[in-house]
């Protein structure tokens, strides 16, 4: 049996929250698999339909992490038949007893601590009396060795995707409503936050609106800086540019994925927080979307550069201009797009469970 213990899954939603349940799903084919994850208000409907065990903890997040433990080592002592445990995060390891095997999933924000300090010095000795440490690219694995991190330990083992289903033609007409009619059409699904650098590619549109009048930026997420970004769109006067969407279901997301024409999220460091992979640029190229990432992160690990789409420098507004520039001049984007597609099928689940099997 392998034991899985995250505090990101389904239905909660995010790339965290894809990867453990890609993970996991994916385990539970070669294996018995038992999850405890964090409560969810709507994780009823969601539990029901899957074919593994899952333990919801809530409460109070200071008493849930105490509590979850408590019940994770209880499990450990009543069932020896587990032969592994695969952690999210090294938090989800601090208070578990075990001479199990134990594998360390690592993303690159949650290890981001300067050296020395006290969260530094905890990762520091819960990574380095694990077994394996997973890392979601090489980016995160250099971060993690700079942290103090044992680099004997770590394996870059890419997150993985789901294959795409079919997308019915209704999603596809609301799709082609919201776009408006307009030909240039850049997309991003995210959160809106600082480090996903919605606010620079906003100013380079209304530069590239003087070359491209249709050009169309539709904005998926939602996030603290939201009011700010709209704020911004205000002033730039680029309403009939600029969508924001939220709560939307996910036909309509991958909808408007599919007919768009880039995926732009030139991520950069803001603070401690860092993009350690971004695999909403796989998912786009699965559609044939190139996509358009930071230099700061390991993006590098998601996009070829030049091939299945550009690498730039997420500070610079002239490089996020020239790089949108270059691919819509001439559609370039379609010769970037048919590579994307190709490579993202290096990250099916049934590809990158495989790296998994070579240490379980």
Known sequence: MFLIITRNFPPDIGGMQNLMHGLTKSL?????VKVFADYHENYSNFDDNVNFSIERVGGPKLLRKFRKSYLINEFLKNNKNVSCIIADHWKSLELINTNKKKICLIHSK???HEKGTKQNKKLIKILNNVDYVISNSVFTKNLAINKGVNENKIIVINPGVEAVSEISEKDIEKAE??????SNRLITVSRY??????????MAIRNLKELYPNIIYVCIGYGEEENNLKNLVNELNLGNNVIFLKNIDNGL???????SNIFVMPSIIHNKSVEGFG????EAAQYGIPSIGGKDGGASDAIVHDKTGLICDGNSIEEIYSSIDKMLKDHKYKEYGKLAKEFSKNFHWEQIIKNYQKIL
């Open 193 to 202: 936050d600082k480090r996903k650098n919605h606010e620079k590619v906003i």
């Open 253 to 259: 997301k991958n909808a408007l994925v599919c007919k």
């Open 28 to 32: 539970s084919k070669l294996n018995l």
């Open 110 to 112: 949650e290890i981001n």
């Open 279 to 282: 695999i909403a640029y796989i």
């Open 177 to 182: 409503k919201i776009f408006s009619g307009k």
